[in-house]
């Protein structure tokens, strides 16, 4: 018989940051320090200047965007992340695909596992995501290949917690960066065979 992986869905809205800051629903990113034994190739670089001073949403007080993650990713295996516009009005979302994976650490921080290409330049193109409308990215749970370009895991995705990452909003007109996140566990492959 074939598991079908539950879906979570986390709700956001954009606009309403004031709301967000006021009402204690944000979190600071925890990136964990420069001791970290999370080490990326000699090609990549971590995403810490990029995430940081960005605001975390992750509960339903603010409807407008949907960010759907499989609740359980089997290791070595592809698994598809989905951005919704579930709001009435289009909003703009970056071009080039700002995603970041953390595992929870021993210590309770999150820790950036994501790396990007060193020399990568981020545009500051944006593209209008209609009500309705969503974008979708295939990651695959494997140090060997993210399944996204420019990207890698700067450490082998094991069975643990984790978290979702999409940075992808340009500021709202009060400045905040406003960063979705969605948890979500790895767990060991799967035997089929029966």
């Not at 979500?184 to 492959?189: S, T």
Request: hydrophobic share 30%; with cysteine.
């Amino acid at each position: 018989m074939e598991k079908r992986l539950k879906r979570r869905h986390l709700l956001v809205g954009l606009g309403a940051s004031s709301l967000v800051a006021t009402s204690g629903c944000t979190d600071r990113l925890e990136l964990g320090n420069d001791d970290d034994e999370l080490r990326c190739r000699g090609e990549y670089r971590y995403l810490r200047p990029e995430l940081e001073d960005r605001a975390i949403v992750y509960d339903e007080q603010m409807p407008g965007v949907s960010l759907e993650v499989p609740a359980e990713v089997e290791e070595l295996t592809e698994f598809t992340v989905t951005l919704t516009n579930s709001s009435d009005r289009e909003f703009e979302i970056y071009d080039d695909d700002r995603l970041a994976v953390q595992a929870l650490g021993d210590d309770g921080a999150w820790h950036t596992i994501f790396g990007v290409e060193k020399d990568y330049e981020w545009s500051e193109q944006t593209t209008a995501l209609s009500p309705g409308d969503d974008r979708s990215w295939t990651l695959n749970a494997a140090i060997n290949d993210s399944g996204l370009e420019r990207y890698s895991f700067c450490s082998t995705p094991t069975p643990d917690q984790y978290r979702l990452l999409f940075w992808g909003f340009p500021n709202d007109p009060s400045g905040v960066s406003l960063v979705v996140a969605q948890d979500f566990e790895i767990i060991e492959q799967q035997d089929n065979e029966h």
